[in-house]
């Protein structure tokens, strides 16, 4: 079950990374996959995030998520903000450019899915360094 948590939370490819509050995420991935509350990552777990981040994670999907959490930020300012007739023609602005950044982010997403599998394609020995050139005993070390 640790592995399904480490993929769901980690890998820019997961069904999950919508939620980009990592504390929401974490909890919701544990109940999803039927992990008790009371679990808490040990040390092997907490250094395989860092590995595992390696070997998924690119520049493209670290973009990504930076675009998600500012396309969160946006939503959550267009959910406080009271529409005056002072204010009202920034308001369709933002929600319109909004709109066009949610497609940029899906149409990217499918993107960063082929990037991630050619990047993991690589750590796994199809060229470049693989991860048994280090040894697979330093995977999980600190």
Do not use: C
């Amino acid at each position: 079950m640790a592995l399904s948590l480490l993929y769901f939370m980690y890998d820019p490819r997961s069904e999950f990374q919508f939620e980009t509050d990592e504390n929401e995420r974490f909890k919701n991935i544990k109940e999803e996959v039927g992990i008790p509350d009371s679990w808490k990552p040990d040390k092997h777990f907490t250094a395989a995030i860092k590995t595992y981040k390696y070997l998924t994670n690119t520049t493209s999907s670290l973009t990504l998520e930076k675009n998600r959490k500012a396309l969160e930020k946006v939503d959550d300012y267009l959910d406080s903000v009271v529409v005056t007739d002072d204010n009202a023609t920034k308001i369709v602005k933002i929600i319109a450019d909004r709109s066009e950044l949610a497609v940029s982010i899906s149409k990217a997403e499918k993107e960063i899915y082929k990037d991630v599998e050619e990047h993991s394609a690589k750590m796994r020995g199809k060229g470049g360094s693989t991860i048994g050139d280090q040894g697979i005993e330093n995977l999980f070390n600190d």
